[in-house]
């Protein structure tokens, strides 16, 4: 027998507390916000300067034993961290150091890595450094620039294609639901201070892409049905609509999910940020397009007639009557 | 029903063909890169047995295109580079003076004697006696000037002369600068690659970024260290004539003259002439020798300008020191023992075989116009990449089954159907990649893991879509039709904005978030039409064969 996630007819009431949801999407994102600005993101060396240094060694790592050996060589702030990784053989241990950017210097220097290596043997004598990167401050304030420009120029352009392919008001649904999306995901790398860094603005970029994915398969829906059932109203019409997806939403949701959870767990360590991040992103991105972008559309309702010519579609009191 | 047209069946099947043929040689990499590389080497170098029997590891008529292993992957050093553009205004300055000066001789009468006073490098400040003579002096440096050669500078001049008092200030105009700039930066692009290719190592990435940046990037070298040492010394080459020799670093030089330390000996130093007589970029050869004593070192050959300006120097200075300076250091300060016609010399130092060897690629291949600034620098291990690589690819086969199963337990035989598709797509995808030669970095890897999850999204779209059309029942063909002309724009508006998402990630990213991009971009175009088409095809021919009274989707 065919399995079933969701049962063939489902008449699930999505907006008796839709009230509720969309207060809690709110205070979330203040939380969210709130974390950003006091605690701050975990920036990587993309968007900082500075030098991180992943190093390999067959005896375990001692973080402070090799603070010690750095201690002499002046470098000012640095931060070790053991990596863990189910994946990794017995003798196969990794850090990661993380150094400040130095004074009126672009990127480190190899004698400073040399440095740095043969302080770290005195610990542990095998030591090697499997990689080695290094922003210098000029270019990591640049990339911070052109990545919040790129997620910028993302949803507005979304903004715009949705517009043009429905209405004013679905579009302002998918793009507030977007930012929603964007600020938990941005809320939670704070929290949880992840390191976030090039790569994470991709994976935010995809949680864009995929939210709007989800938002536009209920939307389409949506608009199909307020032409099918042009006197109903327009709460039951969402609820129809989002009832008839739920089926794709889910099975969608959950084979994407499958594959980043495969990703997630024997992917290695240097990807496990950004698939978290895009796991994370499925996850509310599911969430908002119903429980936020439809709820919005609710509340900012939406024209009625498409046969005629619209001459009042911004009014929200022209559509209700038809 | 469910017809489909002979030509769209051929169309269809025949990309299908022609993405899986471009995918084959992926599935054999180390064999037909090696026969890649066997190729290319018997292309430059000739033909040997052992070559040979290399490139017969992959027939030749199959494609040989493979998709390119990110540094991340592969391993590698990554250099972005700035080009000091500012340099070259200095340089250029500094070589007027003389012009200036001999211009200015003649007119001695009004504008009295003239000096060179020191300014900051961006501009030259030259003193006369006569204050009078200003309009007169202007106007001689004006003539020195020349039109700017640029599309956007067209029409301007290159000089800017302004004067004061009894000073004149000349500085390069806003045109000339950036005409200057562009040349510079075009110079250092290519001269980097002359120097990595002499190296030869495997499809080194050499690109210019915004106006004045290089990123380079070489798979399989050891560290930037090493990176830099091949691109990163200038091996700017000048002869200058020597004013004086002592101990002293901070000795006071006079205007127009500079304190440069010995290359070999400790704590001494020369004072020079600012203006060389000839530079680097007027050699046409370079190659290591040996000089008379076995030691090893350079031997040189100018251009025709540069052989008359040598020679004319030599002739008139014969029984005074002369200084060959590389990278600010004196390498040698030989007496001009007579007059150097031909336009060849020889310069001997304390090098060792390796650095002559290296010192003649450098001059050779031209100097660097301008110094080079890194601003950012990555080395990754090899065996990183490699363990990176292993990693995707356990959780690439993971991901694949796990949605393959899932899409058989709740479709049947439809989701068979999508479950080809999705591996022709994947197929396709990587056919795509290795025909337009793109790079796959382990973002990359995830975004195609994520394609695949979201691949079978058009497909169940279409089959949700169906499940709905046979309740309200009109028989199996019609709502297989119907499932797929209403889940199209649904389909086509979802992917569309995804699209655009992928394309603003490729104008805006770069490196690992670009390929992503790229990957993301392609599975989505792959995986739209191996879900529609593909499956489409699959379902009607299936459906014409068993002719079913009902389905099950």
Known sequence: ?322 | MLQIDLWKRVVIWGLVALGIFYALPNAFYSRVEMHNDAVKTIEKQGSTPELEAQAALWPSFLPSGLVNLGLDLRGGAHLLAEVKVADVYAARLEALWPDVRDALRPERDTVGTVRLQPSNPMELRVKISNPEGMARAMEVARGLAQPVVSLTGAGSSDLVVTGAGDEMTITLSEAEQQATDERTVRQSLEIIRRRIDAVGTREPTIQRQGSDRILIQVPGIGSTAELKAIIGTTAQLTFQPVVGRGSDASASAGVGNEVLPAADQEGVYYTLEQAPVVTGEELTDAQPTFDQNGRPAVNFRFNPAGARKFGDYTANNIGSPFAIVLDGEVISAPVIQSHIPGGSGIITGNFTVEESTNLAVLLRAGALPAALNFLEERTIGPELGQDSIDAGKIASIVAGGAVLLFMLLTYGLFGVFANIALVINIAMLFGVLSMIGATLTLPGIAGIVLTVGMAVDANVLIFERIREELRTARGPARAIELGYEKAQSAIVDANLTTIITAIILFVMGSGPVRGFAITLGLGIVTSVFTAIFVTRIMIAMWFHRTRPKTIEV
């Open chain 1, 1 to 322: 027998m065919r399995m079933r996630l969701v049962p063939d007819y489902t008449n699930w009431d999505f907006f008796g507390r839709s009230k509720l949801w969309l207060g809690i999407s709110g205070v979330m994102m203040v939380i969210a916000l709130i974390s950003f600005f006091v605690q701050g993101l975990n920036y990587g060396i993309d968007f900082r300067g500075g030098t991180t240094i992943r190093t390999v060694s067959a005896q375990p790592v001692d973080v402070g034993a090799y603070r010690d050996a750095l201690q002499p060589l002046n470098l000012g702030d640095v931060s070790i961290t053991e990596v863990f990784d189910p994946n990794f053989a017995e003798d196969h241990n990794v850090s990661m150091i993380r150094i400040q950017a130095q004074d009126e210097e672009e990127a480190i220097t190899a004698d400073a890595t040399e440095q740095v290596r043969q302080a770290l043997a005195t610990v542990a004598p095998d030591i090697t450094f499997a990689s080695v990167e290094s922003v210098g401050p000029k270019v990591s304030g640049e990339l911070i620039q052109t990545a919040v420009i790129a997620v910028v120029l993302a949803i507005g352009a979304v903004l715009i294609y949705i517009w043009l392919r429905f209405e004013w008001q679905f579009a302002a649904g998918a793009v507030l639901a977007l930012v929603h999306d964007v600020v938990l995901t941005i809320g939670v790398f704070s929290e949880v201070q992840i390191k976030f860094d090039l790569a994470i603005i991709a994976a935010l970029l995809t949680i864009v892409g995929y939210s709007l994915n989800d938002t536009v398969v209920v939307f389409d829906r949506v608009r199909e049905n307020l032409v099918k059932y042009k006197k109903m109203e327009l709460k039951e019409v969402l609820n129809i609509s989002i009832n008839e997806t739920l089926s794709r939403t889910i099975m969608t949701s959950l084979t994407t999910m499958l594959a980043l959870i495969a990703m997630f767990v024997l992917g290695g360590d240097v990807i496990r940020g950004f698939v978290f991040a895009m796991m994370w992103g499925i996850f509310v991105g599911t969430y908002s397009s119903i429980f936020v972008a439809s709820a919005l559309l609710l509340r900012f309702g939406v024209k009625r007639d498409w046969t005629r010519p619209d001459a009042n579609s911004g009014n929200q009191y022209a559509n209700i009557d038809a």
